[in-house]
């Protein structure tokens, strides 16, 4: 079983909206998380990383959350525009040995 | 400062064949590692190397190989390819000290083995 899941895999969300996207996890002990976005025939990109002590982090029009306590994360999208049609990914380096779990992504497609 | 460099960006390559992959990291990382991305599995680890020396490995068969040059620059090479093996290779950067410094990407190589 993956260490890392995400949800929805993949949506559809019109310009201008909102949406969130889901991450848990089991990996322990915890060191950090981050939310990556991979755009189409590139590399990914950092968006935000979490650690133990935060909750809440804010880069522009996304916000990524973190409960450790039951293990998950979230990525909020505000009023989403078209270069937000992206994968976004996951990961959650455990803490030691640094090693890195990753998700499979959540495909987003932002339409007009 | 220049970001990762792989070359080359797509490669079609007939079954049984062998390839190399060739990664530039950012300069002054020293930490160079390499994963596998398809769209069932998502990104899977292949190995890390440090000052030259594999630190890492993930769970692929040993056709899968890599090597660290003195000037961090990386290779990494799959023998005897399998269709299997198409997939598009990452290949990432770090700065040497343990920090939360995020891994830097590369925009990849396009594997297809026909």
């Known amino acids: 079983k993956n260490q890392v899941e995400q949800s929805p895999q993949s949506l559809i969300i019109l310009e201008g909206k909102n949406c969130t996207l889901q991450?848990?996890?089991?990996?322990?002990?915890?060191?950090?998380l981050r939310w990556y976005k991979q755009d189409t025939g590139r590399g990914p990109v950092s968006l935000t990383i979490?650690?133990?002590?935060?909750n809440t982090k804010s880069n522009g029009r996304y916000t990524a959350t973190l409960d450790a306590d039951t293990k998950q994360s979230s990525l909020h999208i505000t009023a989403s525009q078209l270069s937000d049609s992206a994968s976004y990914i996951c990961v959650v380096t455990r803490y030691g040995n640094n090693r890195l779990a990753f998700g499979k992504g959540n495909q987003v497609v932002v339409i007009p | 400062k220049a970001g990762v460099t792989q070359t080359p960006r797509y490669l079609i390559k007939t079954r049984g064949q062998q390839v190399t992959l060739s990664c530039s990291p950012i300069s002054g990382h020293r930490s160079v590692s390499w994963y596998q991305q398809t769209p069932g599995q998502g990104l899977q680890f292949l190995f890390e190397?440090?000052?030259?020396?594999?630190?890492n490995k993930g769970n692929f068969p040993g056709r899968f190989s890599g090597r660290q040059f003195s000037n961090s620059r990386s290779e990494m090479n799959v023998s005897t390819l399998e269709l299997g093996d198409s997939a598009l290779y990452l290949c990432?950067?770090?700065?040497?000290?343990?920090?939360?410094?995020?891994?830097?990407f590369g925009n990849g190589t396009r594997l297809t083995v026909t």
């Open positions: 190397y440090f000052s030259e020396t594999q630190r």
């Open positions: 979490m650690t133990f002590s935060e």
């Open positions: 991450c848990n996890y089991t990996v322990s002990p915890f060191s950090n």
């Open positions: 990432a950067s770090s700065p040497p000290e343990e920090t939360n410094e995020p891994l830097h």
